[in-house]
């Protein structure tokens, strides 16, 4: 019977994916590194929270954005109704890597899905990512604090109504 019972939880354990990084707590900003650039993102991890997103909000900084973190690896869609700002989307999966990269159009109510399940959604300013050479296959890394400044000389991003 024990057997049984230990078989039985393993199988159930190979089904689900990892939790999500521990301390992500909702609201918190957090650095993190996203190809090898770093980006502040406000994090977004309660269903209410993920439901609002970047909702309603009219401004956002060139080098932050909001991560979306689930409790388990799933197709979790995306959509624009009520966000003004121009976004991408990158889907990440439990290993960290972006499995796709998508444009999104302010207002529109079309939804975005990953190709396989995800445990993470990173939303920044449209072309944000092309900006920065991040691609699919690359890697998203939590960092302990904020990086060292950098020469920030012409890396303002667009400006106000301009996207790449």
Same mark, same amino acid.
Do not use: N
């Given at each position: 019977?024990?057997?049984?019972?230990?078989l039985?939880?393993?199988?159930?354990?190979?089904g689900?994916?990892?939790?999500?990084?521990?301390?992500?707590?909702?609201?918190?900003?957090?650095? #993190?590194?996203?190809? @090898?650039?770093? $980006?502040?993102?406000?994090v977004a991890?309660?269903?209410?929270?993920?439901?609002?997103?970047?909702?309603?909000?009219?401004?956002? @900084?060139?080098?932050? @954005?909001?991560?979306?973190?689930?409790?388990?690896?799933?197709?979790?869609?995306?959509?624009?109704?009520?966000?003004? #700002?121009? $976004?991408?989307?990158?889907? #990440?999966?439990?290993?960290?890597? #972006?499995?796709?990269?998508?444009?999104?159009?302010? $207002?529109?109510?079309?939804?975005?899905?990953?190709?396989?399940?995800?445990?993470?959604? $990173?939303?920044?300013?449209?072309g944000?990512?092309?900006?920065?050479?991040?691609r699919?296959?690359?890697?998203?890394?939590?960092?302990?604090?904020?990086?060292?400044?950098?020469?920030?000389?012409?890396?303002?991003?667009?400006?106000?109504?301009?996207?790449?």
């Amino acid at each position: 019977m024990r057997c049984v019972v230990f078989l039985l939880g393993l199988v159930l354990a190979c089904g689900r994916s990892p939790p999500p990084e521990h301390g992500l707590a909702d609201g918190d900003k957090i650095w #993190i590194s996203v190809g @090898g650039v770093p $980006l502040k993102v406000e994090v977004a991890s309660t269903p209410k929270s993920r439901s609002q997103g970047l909702m309603f909000r009219e401004e956002m @900084g060139w080098d932050e @954005g909001m991560l979306f973190a689930f409790d388990r690896e799933a197709m979790h869609g995306f959509w624009m109704k009520d966000t003004f #700002i121009p $976004l991408s989307i990158a889907f #990440i999966d439990s290993r960290r890597t #972006i499995v796709a990269i998508e444009d999104m159009e302010p $207002l529109d109510e079309s939804v975005h899905l990953p190709p396989r399940p995800v445990l993470y959604a $990173l939303e920044v300013h449209r072309g944000w990512f092309r900006a920065h050479g991040v691609r699919v296959g690359d890697k998203i890394e939590f960092l302990p604090s904020p990086p060292e400044p950098r020469d920030t000389v012409g890396d303002e991003g667009p400006s106000r109504g301009e996207e790449l």
